[in-house]
Structure formats: structure tokens, C-alpha cells
């Protein structure tokens, strides 16, 4: 069973269209849920840390929220620059450190 | 901005032959990771170093694959004899300090034929 669940595992949207990507995670002892961006044949990139149910986080158009089950990246207002996949991973508490990556959710804003 | 760099950007080898992948991680960072990722799926973790040893590895990394800090800066990845299924993109990753702040670089494609 993946202990990072992401959905949609695609999502097209308009130019200005708003919506959020759902990430759900099944770790006990949570230390740190991370969103990465992806663009095609890079290497993830870090967007944010989320630690404990109620943070938030922001960075331009994106805004990260945790819960204790899931964690959700809303997008306002996308651009087509925002296409992208944006990757999930979360770090266990009390034992492995190591970061697990979920499957991603590809988005494609288009113009 | 400091940045992790890795070489080659792509590698195309036989089935069988030993392959090096290379990687300089953030000048000041403490732990390095070898993440790959096959086409269409999902990053998938392979070994941890630390204090120059392995700290944590998968079960992807058997024997066949080793990795070394020869120097201060350099951080390899070796696969003694490569396998058809060992085609991916490997990710070489730093953290400054064991907080699961990952810095990647733009990885190696690995091709096998």
C-alpha cells in the first residue's frame, strides 16, 4: 500500500481557472509533508514544508494546506508557466527520515 | 544559487556494462540521496550517505549498485553490470541538514540496450 496517494493524477485547466490538488498520506507520526514542482525531464523542485495540521504556506499563486490525513495545494488563478507536475512526498517521524514521493499530479493551465 | 550538478545528462550503455553516475551536491549539505525514476512513474528512493556511509538503502539497491564520496565534493553512483529494467532517470539529492528539504539535480538519463 503507497503511503502518499495523489489525485487527480492529471488535471487540465483554463488560464484563471482555480482548483486543488489532493495529497493523502497514511505515515503515523508525521515530520514533514513536502510539495515539489517537476517540469518535464528535470529534477523536483522544492516549493514547501508543512509540519502540523492547520499550517499553511504560500508562494505566488500556490497556497499549501495540511490536515491530519491530507494535505491539498490550491492553485488561484493559474497561468500556463504553472503547468506542471507536482509531486507530494512525506517524511515519517521516529524512524526513517527518508522522504517517499506520491505518483504526482500533472497539470497542464492552458492559455 | 548553489545548485546540485550532475553528469552525464545522458548515458547510453549495453546490457551488462558497469555504468557511473556522478553528482556534486550543495558545497555545505550533510546528507545526500540517489533517488531514480522510471519513465511514467513515480520517484523512488535508493540509498542515503551520510558521514560518508550509506545510511539507509531500498530494496532496488542490491548488490549491484554501490555509491562513494571519493573526495569532498564528488557523490557517485555506480552499477556494476546494468540490466534492461535499470533504464531510468537518476536524481542525485542534497539536504543541509536531515530536514527533508531535498535539493535535486537535473539528473542522468540512463538508457539500456
Known amino acids: 500500500e503507497d503511503q502518499v496517494t495523489q489525485s487527480p493524477e492529471a488535471l487540465r485547466l483554463q488560464e484563471g481557472e482555480s482548483s486543488s490538488l489532493n495529497c493523502s498520506y497514511t505515515v503515523s507520526g508525521l515530520r514533514g509533508l513536502f510539495w515539489y514542482r517537476q517540469d518535464p525531464g528535470k529534477g523536483p523542485e522544492f516549493l514547501f514544508t508543512l509540519y502540523s495540521a492547520g499550517e499553511e504556506k504560500e508562494k505566488e499563486r500556490l497556497k499549501a494546506t495540511l490536515t491530519k490525513k491530507e494535505s491539498f495545494l490550491h492553485i488561484t488563478a493559474p497561468k500556463p508557466e504553472d503547468s506542471a507536475t507536482y509531486l507530494c512526498?512525506?517524511?515519517?517521524?521516529?524512524?526513517?527520515?527518508?522522504?517517499?514521493f506520491g505518483r504526482g499530479t500533472s497539470l497542464i493551465v492552458h492559455p | 544559487e548553489p545548485e546540485v550538478t550532475q553528469t552525464p545528462s545522458h548515458q547510453v550503455t549495453q546490457m551488462g556494462q558497469e555504468v557511473i553516475l556522478r553528482c556534486v551536491p550543495i558545497?555545505?549539505?550533510?546528507?545526500f540521496y540517489w533517488y531514480r525514476q522510471i519513465l511514467g512513474q513515480k520517484v523512488e528512493f535508493l540509498v542515503s550517505?551520510?558521514?560518508?556511509?550509506?545510511?539507509?538503502k531500498s530494496e532496488i539497491f542490491d548488490d549491484q549498485f554501490s555509491v562513494e564520496r571519493p573526495d569532498g565534493s564528488n557523490f557517485t553512483l555506480k552499477i556494476r553490470s546494468t540490466k534492461l529494467e535499470d533504464s531510468a532517470m537518476y536524481f542525485c539529492?542534497?539536504?543541509?541538514?536531515?530536514?527533508?528539504?531535498?535539493?535535486f539535480g537535473e539528473g542522468s538519463r540512463l538508457t539500456v540496450l
Open positions: 539529492a542534497s539536504d543541509g541538514g536531515n530536514t527533508g528539504e531535498l535539493f
Open positions: 558545497s555545505n549539505h550533510l546528507y
Open positions: 550517505f551520510y558521514n560518508n556511509e550509506i545510511s539507509e
Open positions: 512526498a512525506v517524511q515519517e517521524g521516529g524512524g526513517s527520515y527518508i522522504p517517499t
